[in-house]
């Protein structure tokens, strides 16, 4: 469950963050803050635990001075910093002094929920006494119960698994891409050389009418006009880009959902340097016109050109 309690903050345009994300993610212990986390950092945020809040300014204003400024960035500060944690409030304040505007994440889940994970995690709540864990739930929740109040958004756990709640951290927090945050990588490669170890689908385009037996064509790529042309010149290889292309879509979502954030597709052909390339480098324009984040290689141009002596 997820509650939202104000609209987008708006950071400053003048000093401070400029256009900068700055998200402090808080909550009971075990409700999932460290899975937040890996998720935003695979949206592409800077991520630190469990930083004590007298740093948090001072970190603000080393992000926006670094060389390649840091523009998104994600925290987490909870109970784990004893005394420290006190500050948070007045932390705040010199935030809002300095138009340094961040947005809070809470995270909770019910009693019941937070002793079984710690029963199955079977580590110690941080401030349990005599590793009574309901009694240090109780209190941690008591000592939040300001800190919640000032949450812009907060979710629920006790529901979720961890691909669930990414997906509602990925939809709160994800770029306005439709990509969320799956990089997608399209490789072409040559059988001959073996399969990437890495892909998640493989597709054989050795069925295509192949370039390599026409003399003019033997010592270019799939990169260049000729190659690409002579290609798909065949009703079957456009046919087929269109088909494939269709399936890698309705899939991109089903691996977002499940918390994947990197999908590799390879494209193979027998050499990997004429019909798998081309394939590759049409599959990634069709991403790429449908907002998805895509990155296009060729794993083996350079080898097969030496193999034919190019």
Known sequence: MLIDNNAQHKLSKSGGLVTQKLIIVTGLSGAGKTQALHCLEDLGFFCIDNLPPALIPKFAELCTQAANKINKVALVVDIRGGEFFN????????????????????????????????????????????GAILDGIEEE??????????????????????PQLKEVIVGIFADNSGTAGLHITVISFGFKYGIPLDSDLVIDVRFLTNPYYQPNLRPLTGNDPEVRE????????????????????????????EGKTTLMIAIGCTGGMHRSVALACRLGEILLENNFRVTVRHRDIDRSKIFMGV
């Open 87 to 130: 500050m948070f409030f007045e932390v705040l304040s010199k935030l809002d002094d300095r138009e340094i505007q961040c947005e809070i994440l809470f995270l909770e889940a019910s009693n019941e929920t937070l002793v079984r994970r710690f029963k199955e995690s079977r580590r110690r709540h941080p401030i349990s006494r005599h």
């Open 141 to 162: 929740r008591g000592r939040l119960q300001d800190v919640r109040g000032r949450a812009n958004k907060i979710i629920d756990t006790s529901n979720m698994s961890v």
């Open 230 to 257: 002579y290609v798909f010149n065949s009703p079957l290889a456009g046919e087929f880009i269109n088909k494939f292309a269709g399936l890698v879509q309705f899939l991109i979502p089903q691996y977002s959902k």
